[in-house]
């Protein structure tokens, strides 16, 4: 059984930074790419990143993009947000998610989602 | 931009069919597929439709997609509906343009 397990989130400072690690088992990590999604308090769903299978390639939405690093590490099982520069706006729950192709294998979508891990940005 | 509207909510008795609609602003809906996600309060999100019409295995066969191209829209619908249906759900899809994944607003879903 696919299991995601997010963790670092807390209270930050604006300008603060702040490391998000999300712990993967049960599926062969190295296998597939990896997304972060957020979702601001009582709010939508917000893609944030993402990273391909082998870490050689990566996305970012505009908002964050030159202020937060998207990172894996395929032996240790486990996918990171380093998240610097952090402003109030960036304040929400952030879930690690597993990327699946389907079955036509064109474009992926998110099977499996770890649990969140909240981010308070404030002074 | 691709976007997607979403009402912002519906509702519907038990046992009776809800349809819920995303309608794409920008390109056309068949472009890229669409996937839809059910999020209960204080849950994570999980994927109940992919590929704009398939079902994960453990999706009760109530739920069914579809996408219209006269519309532009995309549904989600489900049947027979129970009251542990009741959450917000959140259609996808992916802006090649920017290699972006994006949400709908999400609808929420009342079943009384």
């Known amino acids: 059984e696919v299991h995601l397990l997010d963790s670092g989130g807390g209270l930050v400072q604006p300008g603060g930074s702040l490391r998000l690690s999300c712990a993967a088992s049960?599926?062969?990590?190295?296998?597939?790419?990896m997304s972060w999604v957020r979702q601001a308090p009582g709010k939508g769903l917000e893609w944030v990143s993402d990273i391909s299978d082998s870490g050689s390639s990566t996305f970012y939405t505009a908002s964050v993009k030159g202020r937060f690093t998207i990172s894996r590490d395929n032996s240790k099982n486990t996918l990171y947000l380093q998240m610097n520069s952090l402003r109030a706006d960036d304040t929400a729950v952030y879930y690690c998610?597993?990327?699946?192709?389907?079955?036509?294998?064109?474009?992926?979508?998110?099977?499996?989602w770890g649990q969140g891990t909240l981010v308070t940005v404030s002074s | 931009n691709l976007m997607l509207t979403q009402p912002h909510s519906v509702s519907e008795s038990p046992g009776k069919t809800v349809t819920i609609s995303c309608t794409r602003t920008?390109?056309?809906?068949?472009?890229?597929?669409v996937q839809w996600y059910q999020q209960r309060p204080g849950s994570s999100p999980s994927n109940v439709i992919y590929e704009d019409n398939q079902r994960p295995s453990g999706v009760p066969d109530r739920f069914s997609g579809s996408i219209d191209s006269s519309s532009n829209s995309a549904s989600l619908t489900i049947s027979g509906l129970k009251t542990e249906d009741e959450a917000d759900y959140y259609c996808?899809?992916?802006?090649?343009?920017?290699?972006?994944?994006?949400f709908g607003g999400g609808t929420k879903l009342t079943v009384l």
């Open positions: 920008s390109g056309s809906i068949a472009s890229n597929y």
């Open positions: 996808q899809s992916f802006d090649d343009y920017k290699h972006a994944w994006v």
């Open positions: 049960g599926f062969t990590f190295s296998d597939f790419a």
């Open positions: 998610a597993k990327e699946d192709p389907g079955i036509q294998g064109a474009e992926f979508h998110f099977d499996s």
